[in-house]
C-alpha cells in the first residue's frame, strides 16, 4: 500500500513539475512578445541605421562556427526596454548573452529586416560560442534552396552533438528527414531525441522531435517551418 502511495505521489509531482515548465516556456513567449512590442520603434531606427560594428554574416554558419561551445546563458530583461542600448553595446564588447538577448528582442517578423539586425546579432553570438545562436543563424536561410542543404545540416548536426542545443537536434533531425526517412535514419533521430528533449518534454524543441517521430514518413520536402530559440 505505501508503495502504491508513494507511485501515486511520484506521478502528481511530475505532472506538477511538466505543468510547471509548461508556464516557464509560456510565460518566456509572452515576456518577449511584450519586449519586441516595447523596442519596435528603435528596432526601426535601426533598420534603417544599423551599429557599424555589426559586420554582415558570411553566407553559411559553418565558415566561422566555434571549436567549442560555451554554456548557454542569457536573459530577455537584459534587454528590455531603455536597456537595449547599454545591451547592444555588451554586444560589442565580445558579451555574448547581451547579443544573443539583442537578436530575439529585435527579432521582427520580416526577413529582410532580420538580415540588418537579429540575423547578425545570431552569427555574433554564434562565432562567441552560443550553440543556439548558431541554430538561429541557420534558422533564417533558405531552406528550400537545394543548395544550402548541406550548411544546414552541418551547422544543425554540430551545434546538436558539439553544443548540446535541443533546437539544433530538432532541425538536424528535420533535415535528415527531409532527405530520407529510412531506418537507419529513424534510428539517428530517435539517438537525437534525448538531447532536444534535455529541458523537459514541454520545451517546443521537445515536442517539434516527438511530431516528428510520430510522423514515421517524415517531411517530404522540406524543413520544419518555424525559428529556434
Known sequence: MHKILIALSLV????????????????????????????A???RELDKSPPSWLAAPPACPLQVLPEQF???????????????????????NSVVSACYSAALVLQSESP????????????????????????????TLD????????????????????????????????????????????????SLAGTACRFGEEDPACQAMRELLNRPDGPSQEFRDGGAN
Open 112 to 139: 529582410e529586416d532580420d538580415k540588418r539586425l537579429s540575423t547578425p546579432l545570431f552569427a555574433r553570438a554564434c562565432q562567441l560560442g552560443d550553440a543556439s545562436a548558431c541554430t538561429n543563424w541557420a534558422s
Open 70 to 92: 560555451v554554456e548557454p546563458g542569457f536573459s530577455l530583461d537584459e534587454c528590455a526596454g531603455d536597456k537595449l542600448e547599454e545591451c547592444l553595446d555588451r554586444c560589442k
Open 41 to 43: 520603434p528603435k528596432r
Open 12 to 39: 502528481t509531482a511530475s505532472l506538477a513539475s511538466c505543468k510547471d515548465k509548461k508556464d516557464e516556456f509560456a510565460a518566456q513567449e509572452v515576456k518577449l512578445e511584450v519586449y519586441k512590442r516595447d523596442v
Open 143 to 190: 531552406n528550400s534552396d537545394p543548395s544550402q542543404y548541406t550548411c544546414l545540416r552541418d551547422t544543425f548536426k554540430a551545434t546538436c552533438q558539439r553544443g548540446q542545443d535541443p533546437w539544433g537536434c530538432t532541425m538536424y533531425s528535420y533535415a535528415l528527414a527531409s532527405q530520407s526517412m529510412d531506418e537507419t535514419t529513424l534510428g539517428t533521430i530517435r
